[in-house]
Structure formats: C-alpha cells, structure tokens
C-alpha cells in the first residue's frame, strides 16, 4: 500500500523552511501532496497561482510531490484525497500550543487524521513567510530564506507588489 502524507500551508511564499520540511516527508512517504490553502482569512501577497507555481518549481526534482489548492477543511480535504496523514513543521516551542490545537481539532473532525511533527533544523527556526515579505518589499536580502531558483521572482513581486 503506497503510504501518502499532506503538508498544507499558506506558502505565502514558500521559503527554505517549507522546502526542508517537503524534502524530509518525500523520503519518508511514497507521496507528499502539498496544499496550498485557497480560501484563508489572511488576504494573500501572492495569489495561489503564483503559490503554487512558486512550489512546482522547488519541487521540480521531487518525482513523489504532487502541488494542490484545497478549500475549506483540512480534515474533509484529506478524507476526499484518501489521506490520513498530515505533516506539519515545528520551529519552535511557540509553534507548538497552536499545531497541537489544531491537530487534536483535526483529529476530532477526522478520526483516521493523524499529524505528524518535523522540527526545523536550528538554522531555519527564525524563519516565517511573513518575514521574507517585510524583508523583500523594503528591498533587503532575502538570499538566505528562500530556494535559489525562485529567489528573483519573489523579489521581483515583492517589489512591484510596494
Ligand atoms: N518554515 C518556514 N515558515 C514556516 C514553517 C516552516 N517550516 N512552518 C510554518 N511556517 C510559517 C508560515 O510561513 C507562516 O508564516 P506567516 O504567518 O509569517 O505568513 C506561518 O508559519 C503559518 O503558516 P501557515 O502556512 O499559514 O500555516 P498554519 O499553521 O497557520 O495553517 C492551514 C494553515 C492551511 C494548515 C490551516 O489554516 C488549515 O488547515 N486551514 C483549513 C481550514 C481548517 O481546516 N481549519 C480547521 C483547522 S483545525
């Protein structure tokens, strides 16, 4: 049986946290499906197809991850994709009151639901996407916070987006 996991998110953009976290589930799991949310109460910088776009191009050498939209809930979305694993990143202690919620939440809507913690490595625990869009539209260095191949585009959005 091929043992699939989701790692959803906003990706709003993605960063070398989120890439980490993708890479260790696709060695882990014969499949990672990432979902980008659709439909969230923070208005997106970058729309989901630029989101997703932006994570098709990390991913290109990543035969086993698949990049989704999903609407609505988590929990409904992995019982429709015949999913009962999530995967989540935890960088630090203040990550985890708020994933424990949301997984035991999780797992009340969805039985079969379960969530699975990677921890950031200690260089990528500071890092959020909120972060490189403060650091990015005043025009620092975003080098070291998102993957290589999509650091010009990002910068370039972040800049038109001021
Ligand atoms: N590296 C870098 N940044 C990371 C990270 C990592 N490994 N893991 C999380 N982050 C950051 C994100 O970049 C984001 O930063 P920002 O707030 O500065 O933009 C922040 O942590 C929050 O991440 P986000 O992707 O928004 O995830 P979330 O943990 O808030 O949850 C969903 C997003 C999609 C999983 C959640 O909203 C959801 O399930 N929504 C569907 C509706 C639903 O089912 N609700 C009930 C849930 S119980």
Do not use: W
Not at 52 to 81: C, K, M, P, S, W
């Amino acid at each position: 049986m091929k043992r699939s996991v989701i790692y959803p998110g906003s990706f709003d953009p993605v960063t070398l946290g989120h890439l980490q976290v993708i890479r260790r589930a696709a060695k882990m799991f014969d499949k990672v499906i990432v979902a980008v949310l659709i439909n969230s109460s923070k208005t997106p910088t970058f729309s989901i197809e630029e989101r997703t776009d932006l994570l098709r191009q990390v991913t290109a050498d990543l035969d086993n991850v698949e990049i989704a939209g999903f609407e609505g809930l988590l929990a409904a979305y992995a019982r429709e994709r015949g999913v009962t694993a999530i995967v989540k990143g935890l960088r630090a202690v203040s990550d985890f009151e708020y994933e424990f919620q949301m997984a035991i939440a999780n797992k009340k809507l969805n039985p079969d639901l379960e969530t699975i913690f990677i921890t950031a490595d200690s260089d990528l625990m500071y890092l959020s996407s909120s972060m490189v869009r403060e650091i990015g539209s005043m025009g620092g260095d975003i080098s070291n916070f998102v993957p290589e191949c999509v650091h010009d585009r990002i910068v370039d959005r972040l800049r038109y987006k001021k």
